[in-house]
Nanobody, 124 residues
Framework: QVQLVESGGGLVQAGGSLRLSCAAS????????MGWFRQAPGKEREFVAA????????NYADSVKGRFTISRDNAKNTVYLQMNSLKAEDTAVYYC?????????????????WGQGTQVTVSS
């Protein structure tokens, strides 16, 4: 089992920045690719970004490319999502997830463990 706890969400004005963190515990963190997903009210959960086990490979949704950066610190068992130039449409609950396959996949069903989510609200 892997336990994931997100933090860092909040209310920010459009154009601002936030950094989300996801702390992992349980099994060896570096064995998992990590991903961030988000779900806005009334919408399906969507892929945001993913990072490989060692951090050398990343994958981003087109909607966040150039604005968001995913990173990880395996020594701290933590994955981050730096979000810049935030827009109102980025408002959602953000979830981190762990994939035992190690793939930086955008498909939610490839992820084995999920956190509870953290709310991000961007005011326009």
């Amino acid at each position: 089992q892997v336990q994931l706890v997100e933090s860092g969400g909040g209310l920010v004005q459009a154009g601002g920045s936030l950094r989300l963190s996801c702390a992992a515990s349980g099994r060896t963190f570096s064995n998992y690719a990590m991903g961030w997903f988000r779900q806005a009210p009334g919408k399906e959960r969507e892929f945001v970004a993913a990072i490989s086990r060692g951090g050398s490979s990343t994958n981003y949704a087109d909607s966040v490319k150039g604005r968001f950066t995913i990173s990880r610190d395996n020594a701290k068992n933590t994955v981050y999502l730096q979000m810049n130039s935030l827009k109102a449409e980025d408002t959602a609950v953000y979830y981190c997830a762990a994939a035992a396959t190690g793939w930086t996949t955008s498909r939610a069903y490839n992820y084995d463990y999920w956190g509870q989510g953290t709310q991000v609200t961007v005011s326009s």
